[in-house]
């Protein structure tokens, strides 16, 4: 496959990156400013694009056979304001149907999971208030997704509540919308099996439409 990823310098996007590499399929990574830019991987290039307008997605993901959404709600390096979720995932959703490409992956969150019936993680009382306004933002971007994304073929995937770099083990678990933790209670996964996941969902799909998490 031909893959365009937006954010693939980041943590999650690097290792992404390598994983649709290490199997033979062709990636090229987005970035704001290619110049001040270093791409993760020698096997790739770097284009400039703005995951938030419709019409730079289109131009740089014609002839994609999937795009991969990496993006964070942070700042980026070199001073640069942290996009919007929401504004990207209408974009993305406009820029693919114009250019006419039908499979997109999003790199999602973790708050958004139900540890019950119709209670998200983020709405419990002990989740951080550190990551809060990100939890709710990547919720909100969810949303958008599942009311406005008629006619791709999307998938929103996400991860444990803590992920961190970490062993490539190719196992995880999978859930729907439900919060997924271990015998411990643990819910955890690495940047390199969350990519083998996402990875694996591109390549035989099994969640289109909807929204799928990950742990061990």
Known sequence: MKLVIFGATGNVGQRI??????????????VRDPARSEAPDPRIRLVQGDATDAASIASV?????????????????????APSLTDAARALIAGLKEAGVKRLAVVGGAGSLEVASGVA??????????????????????DVYRAEAGGLDWTYLSPAAMIQPGERTGRYRTTGDEFLTDAQGKSAISFEDYAVALVDELEKPQHTGRRFGVAY
């Open 61 to 81: 993901v014609r002839g994609a056979d999937a795009v991969v959404s990496a993006i964070s709600p942070r700042p980026g390096k070199h001073g640069k304001p």
């Open 17 to 30: 990156t390598k994983e649709a590499l290490d199997r033979g399929h062709e990636v090229v990574a987005v």
């Open 121 to 142: 993680l983020v709405d419990t009382p002990g989740f951080p208030d550190a990551y809060k306004p990100e939890a709710l933002e990547q919720r909100d971007a969810l």
